[in-house]
């Protein structure tokens, strides 16, 4: 059984647009991660937040955790079309040795 | 900077082959990582190594054995393949708990 579950599934937006995806996990963790992944190739690590921490920026992303509601949320803005991607957050309960467990993705589209 | 190398990327097996997933990364890291991604879902972790030597089952170990021949390197191996093994298989590598490196994965067919 897979730990996150995001929502969308899918999220179709135009260029300069905002665009919000939402991760919920079950039990305590250790910190969430969220990684991209274009399509063909591997992940790409984006972001992390400690499960202490309540939001991170990096860029046009900013990343918030809720570990009351057991939520994240990834927001991209002013997006581009190259931010087209399929986007993954991963949660380690491992006490830190990076045993994680994924979502099942939002996918991203971002038209010109 | 290679950083994590797979090989081979496309492969087809027919039912009951085995065949030896490689694996190696260039970054010193101790913990490496075997996952297999199915279409719709995210990845799912086969095994993973958190130093040389050691080796542990993840969520979904059956049918599937590992190698940690040395720091550099992991092996994925079916000994008996089926067709629900069909699937991307994903391997990474981290300095724990820093964020996993991936590579571009091995796209594994079995008819």
């Known amino acids: 059984s897979q730990q996150g579950e995001e929502d969308p599934q899918a999220l179709s937006i135009q260029e300069g647009e905002n665009a919000t995806m939402n991760c919920s996990y079950k039990t305590s963790i250790n910190n969430l991660q969220w990684y991209r992944q274009n399509s063909g190739r591997g992940l790409v690590h984006l972001i992390l937040?400690?499960?202490?921490?309540r939001e991170k920026h990096s860029g046009r992303l900013r990343v918030t955790l809720d570990t009351s509601k057991k939520s994240s949320s990834l927001l991209i803005t002013a997006s581009r079309a190259a931010d087209t991607a399929s986007y993954f957050c991963a949660t380690d309960q491992s006490g830190g040795y990076n045993k994680l467990i994924f979502g099942a993705g939002t996918r991203l589209a971002v038209h010109p | 900077n290679a950083g994590v190398t797979q090989t081979p990327k496309f492969q087809v097996l027919k039912t009951g082959q085995s065949m030896t997933l490689q694996c190696a990364q260039d970054?010193?890291?101790?913990?490496m990582y075997w996952y297999r991604q199915d279409p719709g879902m995210g990845l799912r972790l086969i095994y993973y190594?958190?130093?040389?030597?050691?080796?542990d089952k993840g969520e979904v170990p059956n049918g599937y054995n590992v190698s940690r021949l040395n720091k550099r390197e992991f092996s994925l191996r079916l000994e008996s393949a089926a067709p629900s093994q069909t699937s991307v298989y994903f391997c990474?590598?981290?300095?724990?708990?820093?964020?996993?490196?991936f590579g571009d994965g091995t796209r594994l067919s079995i008819l």
């Open positions: 990474a590598s981290s300095e724990a708990p820093q964020p996993q490196h």
């Open positions: 190594s958190a130093s040389e030597g050691t080796t």
């Open positions: 970054m010193n890291h101790n913990s």
């Open positions: 937040i400690r499960s202490n921490e």
